[in-house]
C-alpha cells in the first residue's frame, strides 16, 4: 500500500527555534510537494522536489530518494509560521493529481 | 501572473439537496485541473482532474460528478447531497502534471451538509 507517513504531528516551538518536520514513504515517489495549510483552510504549495535541496527564505526542504525521506527545515521560526504543513507524493503510474497525502504536521510557533 | 478563484467559501446544504462549487483560473492556458476534497480529521482525497476542455477522470466512486464547459472553468456538482460529503473542497490547477509540477490551490469552500 503506498503510504506518506509525516512526524511529528503536532509540534509546538518557540519562536526563533529551528524546526523540522519528517516526511516517509513506502515506496517509490517520482516526485514530493510540501503544501502549507493555513488556519482558514487554504492551501500553499510551498515545494516541489524530486531529488536534493531546495530553498526559499527560511524554509528549506530535501529530499532523500533512496531513503524514501524528505524533510522541511524552518530557520528562525516566527508565529506566522504557525500552519499545518503537508507533505505529498506522487508514485510511478500514479494518476495525474493522485498525490498520496500525509496527514499533516500541525506547527505552533509561540512568541 | 496566475490565480484561482473558487467560490463559496462556506456553505450549508439540507441533505438531498443540489450542489454547483465553480472553479475558474487566471492568466494561464489549458491548465491541469483538479478537485479535492478534505474530510475532518483526514487527508486530501483526489477527487476529479481535468487535462482539457470536457475531459474529466474521476478518481473516488461516489455521488459527486465535475465538468469543464470551458477551458479554466471546473465546477463540482451533485444531484443529491449526502452527509458524507461534508468537507472542506479544493481546486487545484497545475502548468502540467502534478507528479512534475507546482500545484496552486484556491481558497477552498467548506461544505456543511445537515
Known amino acids: 500500500k503506498n503510504e506518506v507517513e509525516q512526524s511529528p504531528q503536532n509540534l509546538t516551538a518557540q519562536e526563533g527555534e529551528f524546526i523540522t518536520i519528517n516526511c516517509s514513504y513506502s515506496?517509490?515517489?517520482?516526485?514530493l510537494h510540501w503544501l502549507q495549510q493555513h488556519p482558514g483552510g487554504g492551501i500553499v504549495s510551498l515545494f516541489m522536489?524530486?531529488?536534493g535541496k531546495k530553498k526559499h527564505g527560511r524554509l528549506i526542504a530535501t529530499i532523500n530518494i533512496q531513503e524514501k525521506h524528505s524533510s522541511l527545515h524552518i530557520t528562525a521560526s516566527h508565529p506566522r509560521d504557525s500552519a499545518v504543513y503537508i507533505c505529498?507524493?506522487?508514485?510511478?503510474?500514479?494518476?495525474?493529481?493522485?498525490?498520496?497525502f500525509g496527514k499533516g504536521t500541525k506547527l505552533s510557533v509561540k512568541p | 501572473s496566475q490565480t484561482i478563484h473558487q467560490w463559496p467559501a462556506t456553505l450549508v446544504q439540507p441533505v438531498g439537496s443540489p450542489l454547483s462549487l465553480e472553479c475558474t483560473v487566471e492568466?494561464?492556458?489549458?491548465?491541469?485541473l483538479y478537485w479535492y476534497r478534505q474530510a475532518a480529521g483526514r487527508g486530501l482525497q483526489l477527487l476529479f482532474y481535468?487535462?482539457?476542455?470536457?475531459?474529466i477522470s474521476s478518481e473516488v466512486p461516489q455521488n459527486l460528478s465535475a465538468s469543464r464547459p470551458q477551458d479554466r472553468q471546473f465546477i463540482l456538482s451533485s444531484k443529491k447531497l449526502l452527509l458524507s460529503d461534508s468537507g472542506f473542497y479544493l481546486c487545484?490547477?497545475?502548468?502540467?502534471?502534478?507528479?512534475?509540477?507546482?500545484?496552486?490551490f484556491g481558497s477552498g469552500t467548506q461544505l456543511s451538509v445537515l
Open positions: 487545484a490547477w497545475s502548468a502540467g502534471q502534478a507528479t512534475n509540477e507546482k500545484l496552486f
Open positions: 515506496v517509490g515517489i517520482s516526485a
Open positions: 522536489l524530486s531529488s
Open positions: 505529498a507524493g506522487s508514485n510511478y503510474g500514479g494518476s495525474q493529481g493522485n498525490l498520496i
Open positions: 492568466g494561464t492556458s489549458n491548465p491541469n
Open positions: 481535468s487535462v482539457g476542455i470536457g475531459q
